[in-house]
């Protein structure tokens, strides 16, 4: 299997508010800052304050990554730019920064602000103008619903993007867990379970994959019993 994003793919990273995008975000930054290259942060949902506090808790110091010049974050409320203005800006930060890595989010900060048809147009503009520019792309969506399920905005933007890292809510025996899933990765094999993962202070650990658990992606996880199962197999072991 092969790891990580490629140059010039865009991966779109959706899940309900408080699964880990912005954590995401910050991962996918840091590890191009690791491995030298430049990178671009366009945040539209949060103050940047809020959004350097959160990386500092991950222990990511964006602060010395800016001022080190390899990274850029620029932190937008999009009521304050209409989506046309805001793509000519982006282009224009692109031109200048050089980035090797785009990070936007979210996408649903833009899309509240604007009509379906601006909205997408402006996803299209700026996809492309990123697979232009030899830019590896990560953009991120709230999905409305706490458990899961795409929206149609979602479905629209997934044309665009070379692959879907869902991030969902796990209830299971009344506890919450987190899940982590790639749903599809353009010209490369990938991993197909719904992966367990836990956030801390380091960032983010993707553990084992949910086993006896379906439904986790439609947004209503059930638990097989084992206790069933094994009744079948005893049934099996009778014949
Ligand atoms: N240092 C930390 N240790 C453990 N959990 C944390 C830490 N910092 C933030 N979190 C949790 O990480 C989760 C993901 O945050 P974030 O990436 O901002 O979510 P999103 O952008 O999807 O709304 C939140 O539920 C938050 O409570
Ligand atoms: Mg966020």
């Known amino acids: 299997m092969r790891r990580g994003f490629f140059r010039d793919s865009i991966v779109l990273v959706s ?5 880990g995008k912005t954590l995401m975000v910050t991962e996918f930054m840091a590890g191009g800052i690791r491995k030298e290259e430049r990178c671009l942060l366009l945040a539209f949902e949060e103050s940047r304050e809020q959004l350097f506090r959160n990386a500092h808790g991950w222990g990511v110091d964006f602060e010395a990554m800016e001022r080190e010049g390899s990274l850029r974050v620029v932190c937008q409320y999009p009521e304050a730019i209409s989506l046309e203005d805001a793509l000519i800006r982006i282009k224009q930060l692109i031109r200048d920064h050089r980035p090797d890595r785009v990070a936007v989010d979210s996408l649903s900060a833009l899309e509240r602000v604007s009509s379906i048809k601006g909205f997408r147009e402006f996803v299209i503009g700026l996809t492309s103008f990123i697979k232009h520019q030899d830019i590896a792309g990560l953009l991120t969506s709230t999905s409305a619903t706490l458990m899961g399920g ?3 905005t979602e479905a629209h933007i ?5 692959s879907i890292i869902l991030l969902r809510y796990v209830e299971i025996n009344g506890e919450m867990r ?13 991993d197909k379970d719904i992966r367990e993962f836990s956030i801390d202070g380091a960032g ?3 553990g084992r994959p949910f086993r006896n658990v ?10 097989i019993p084992l ?3 094994e009744r079948v197999s005893d049934l099996f ?3």
């Open 227 to 229: 206790g069933e199962i």
């Open 178 to 190: 987190r899940g982590i899933a790639v749903l599809k990765m353009r010209g490369s094999r990938h």
């Open 204 to 206: 983010m650990h993707v």
């Open 15 to 19: 899940g309900a508010t408080g699964t």
């Open 158 to 162: 997934s044309t665009v993007t070379d």
């Open 237 to 239: 072991q009778r014949e």
């Open 214 to 223: 379906v439904g986790i992606l439609a947004g209503n996880p059930t638990q």
């Open 150 to 152: 795409a929206s149609v």
